[in-house]
């Protein structure tokens, strides 16, 4: 896919940032409720009849996009407080998610499985999202044909249908790869089934975790997520309730590395630091001094960071989401780093934007080879997803002079709050309007 093409999947703010490099991060921030514990969790909200209240819920374009998805069924969906959603599924009756919506988010197919489940079938027109190359819902699909869907798929659509009686039915299912959203999915549909699920190979996330928690508050009976296999008894009717979102462990991983290429000492509150185990075992190793609490991480980063190598892999090895910044943070670091990455085909999208700034990094089919230590130079960029943009912006954190960070549809599907967030730790750091003058092609700020 051109350049060209792969930006255009994420209609621009129009705005872009301006980042003047060289600033020490200090100070302490808040971390947000996790982007991706919430979107299952409020598409879990489909399985009830009435009214759920979801806690700790980040303010995000992609959470606004699942809220509008939820409202395009006939969900009610109200903001209650600053962090607060409450969900009113009584009267949902259409089953096809609005395709404008599901074409903007990926993460728009974990309606299929409550669907499914409440009201036997669901339509769900192919779903966007961020560009990292192939990224196909068989998994999701083999979980509804197991559970006694019939798929019915064409160039646009999917449909899903009971074939015989009004519930899904339990069965064993193994999957190939623990795919975090076919195990979304699963424990969802399988919830409602009757009997008794066994899902092999399930993905280990704690966003999975967090998902059961809700789905046992509700009445289902859900054993061992976290684990390769997980037990799900099915029952016949789940009830609304109340749920607080887990800390983001994604957004705590892109400030510990802010923090350190800016050579900075930050306390992050507000997060789980048990779901962070792998990324501060890597971040030690580059010489940063970590201090934990359960809900709080200190990181004082040194002038000089050693190279350390990364290899992503799910949970509870190193997230690929965290990946792309960790690249930027190597390109500070001595000496050289190898990147692998095992869970997307495009992943190392940040690396040419991160050239263009004077990193020399060189990407080998999923591997990326950074050779540590010049100096970056701030310069335009586009971030071409959710975490190059943040990449690229930890990166403008450290190099010299100014970049301008355009793209930010991108970061703001992921971050709250960034400029604030950053700003209140010393960065120097601004949110700009251009309008580009069509006649003239020129951007002025
Ligand atoms: C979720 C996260 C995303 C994260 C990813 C991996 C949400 C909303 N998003 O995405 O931020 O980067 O986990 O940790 O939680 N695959 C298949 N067939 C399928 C499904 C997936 O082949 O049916 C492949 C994908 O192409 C990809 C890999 O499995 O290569 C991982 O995908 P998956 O774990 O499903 O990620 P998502 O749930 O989409």
Redesign the pocket.
Known sequence: MSNLARRSIMPDTGNYLTIEGGHRLSGEIGISGA???C??ILAATLLVKGACHIENVPRLS?IFNMAKVLRSLGATVNWTGRHSLSIDTSNVSCLEPDPVLVQKM??SV?VLGPLFARFGQAMIPLPG??S???????????GMESLGGFVAENDEAVTVKLTNGRRPVGTTINLN????????NILMASALAEGTTILNNA?R?P?IIDLANLLNKMGAKIVDAGESTIIIVGTSELRPVSHRVIPDR?EAGTYIAATAITAGKVTLTDVCTDHLTSLLQRISSTGCKITTEIDKITIDAPDVLRSTDVRTQ??PGF???VQPQYMALMTRASGESIFVEK???RRFLAADELRRMGADIRVIDNCALVNGGRKLTGCEVNAPD??AAAALLIAGLWADGSTRLKGLGHLYRGYEDPVGKLSALGARIAENNFVTDTATGISQG
């Open positions: 982007k991706n514990s979107l299952p992609d990926r993460a974990l999202g961020c990292l190359g192939k990224r196909p819902i068989d998994l999701h699909l083999l790869f623990p795919s975090v959203g076919a195990t979304e993905a996330e966003e994604i799910p949970y997230p690929t989401d869970i997307f085909e959710i975490r």
